[in-house]
Nanobody, 121 residues
Framework: QVQLVESGGGLVQPGGSLRLSCAAS????????MGWYRQAPGKQRELVAT???????EYADSVKGRFTISRDNAKNTVYLQMDSLKPEDTAVYYC???????????????WGQGTQVTVSS
């Protein structure tokens, strides 16, 4: 199995910044895609950003130019640098990794427990 530990959420004023981290551990052979999703109250979970094992990134239009996703493959960790935060960025943020475990040919998706980000004055 894969365990994901998220950190870095909190309360920030509009225009401020936060950095989220998500560290994966377990019997991991390789991690392919890593990503961040968010879910605001009353809304469906939506993709924020993803990064491939080779470093290719994709972003939701709503966060392009403000958020930056990165990863440290040696630490099995993905980061989300969030700048110029807006009240509409308020949500629970979840990390997700697509990983292959040792002695298993399958690739499965694993979710973190979520971390609250609140943007408010």
């Amino acid at each position: 199995q894969v365990q994901l530990v998220e950190s870095g959420g909190g309360l920030v004023q509009p225009g401020g910044s936060l950095r989220l981290s998500c560290a994966a551990s377990g019997s991991i052979f390789i991690i392919y895609f890593m990503g961040w999703y968010r879910q605001a109250p009353g809304k469906q979970r939506e993709l924020v950003a993803t990064i491939s094992s080779g470093g290719s990134t994709e972003y939701a239009d709503s966060v392009k130019g403000r958020f930056t996703i990165s990863r440290d493959n040696a630490k099995n960790t993905v980061y989300l640098q969030m700048d110029s935060l807006k009240p509409e960025d308020t949500a629970v943020y979840y990390c997700k990794v697509d990983a292959q475990l040792l002695l298993d040919h399958r690739v499965n998706g694993y979710w973190g427990q979520g971390t609250q980000v609140t943007v408010s004055s």
